[in-house]
């Protein structure tokens, strides 16, 4: 038997965690589509521009990988982990660019349904979509609305800029592990470069979109990641937790403009994740829908706008978007992703732990 399936930890919580961020992300979104501002979304009011509820989705998704990342590379080889990490991310990944190229392109292309198979150079897209997740955000000859009211309106998924920050901090985490450096104590390291990072330096790689994400975005997952090592030795602590939350919450009062004190939120949340005490709704019957989700809530999203016209308002969108996200992210798991993580088990990849 995979040595994953022995000795890995089940955390039934974070299922129900990365749904609620899936969520936040669809919710926030709502007002960016409908709107084409986020001036008036709850957050931005409550804590200042740029501060979204749906940015905080997305810092959970992060910290919730780096943990869950972090643990599954205690076991197997390298070729095991990524082997493991493709099948997770490119199933769903593939077929959602494909619907979006294939099914959404040709019915709000100006050029029509033949004209834009013939001429729109949708292979290429496809591919490139794929290999730059990025790239997805915007599809030749696409668009659900004038892009002259807003550049909102030539974009197919806006949220797919964090799946290639996503890749790239698994190929961090397997370059760690090639050189037999995945300790608690690198991880420490680059958490401490990435959280001071922003002190000193201002878009660091302003001419380079990929560096200035990656920058921003990782640190969350190293902070995850180093969660792991932590939880792994000693059991969550409420005292602790507590701590953390009051630190958070003093530094969004008194120093809301730093990027990374969300983080101080991470040690509270992965205790909400892991303590046994704690039991959120397992999602057994539902399953792990989460990816889903939030790879089809932009879409989803920018069709409702532009079925509801001049009726489109924010909770109009959200309402009819969150379930036909969730319903889209259901039949990708059953229909896909679970069916794809079968292959995790070829047998050619699996080799012996690699210690912690």
Not at 245 to 268: K, S
Not at 288 to 311: C, F, I, K, R
Request: charge should be positive; glycine fraction near 8%.
């Amino acid at each position: 038997m995979d040595g994953e399936e022995v000795k890995k930890a089940f955390y039934p919580n974070f299922n129900m965690i990365r749904l609620v961020a899936a969520s936040m992300v669809i919710f926030s979104h709502a007002f960016l589509i409908s709107e084409k501002t986020e001036a008036n979304e709850p957050f931005v009011r409550l804590l200042g521009e740029g501060k979204l509820l749906g940015l905080w989705g997305v810092y959970v998704f992060f910290i919730t990988s780096g943990f869950l990342v972090t643990q599954s590379a205690q076991f197997g080889s390298v070729g095991g982990f990524l082997w493991r990490r493709a099948l997770r991310i490119y199933p769903a990944l593939v077929v959602c660019t494909l619907l979006s190229v294939y099914v959404l392109g040709p019915f709000f292309s100006p050029l029509g349904i033949s004209a834009y198979l013939l001429k729109s150079f949708h292979v290429k897209t496809t591919v490139h979509s794929v290999l730059d997740p990025s790239y997805g955000m915007t599809l030749p000859h696409v668009q659900f609305y004038d892009p002259a009211i807003s550049s909102l309106g030539i974009s197919v998924n806006g949220s797919l800029w964090t799946i290639g920050q996503e890749i790239l901090c698994y190929l961090i985490v397997a370059g760690l592990m090639a050189i037999g450096c995945l300790r608690a104590p690198f991880m420490a390291l680059a958490l401490a470069v990435g959280v001071t990072w922003e002190l000193f330096f201002d878009h660091p790689w302003p001419d380079t979109r990929l560096l200035t994400d990656f920058t921003f975005i990782a640190p969350y997952f190293f902070c995850g990641s180093f969660l792991w090592f932590v939880m792994d030795r000693r059991r969550p602590n409420i005292v602790l937790a507590l701590i953390f939350l009051a630190l958070g919450v003093l530094c969004l009062v008194y120093w809301p403009d730093y990027l990374y004190g969300p983080m101080l939120f991470a040690y509270p949340l992965v205790y909400i994740a892991t303590s046994p005490a704690i039991r959120l709704p397992t999602l057994e019957r539902v399953g792990d829908v989460s990816y889903g989700t939030y790879l089809y809530g932009w879409p989803v999203e920018q069709v409702m706008n532009h079925a509801l016209g001049q009726y489109s308002t924010w909770w109009a969108v959200f309402v009819l978007s969150l379930p036909t996200s969730l319903l889209l992210g259901w039949l990708s798991w059953h229909l896909l992703e679970k069916r794809a993580l079968r292959l995790k088990r070829i047998s050619f990849f699996q080799r012996q732990a690699v210690s912690p």
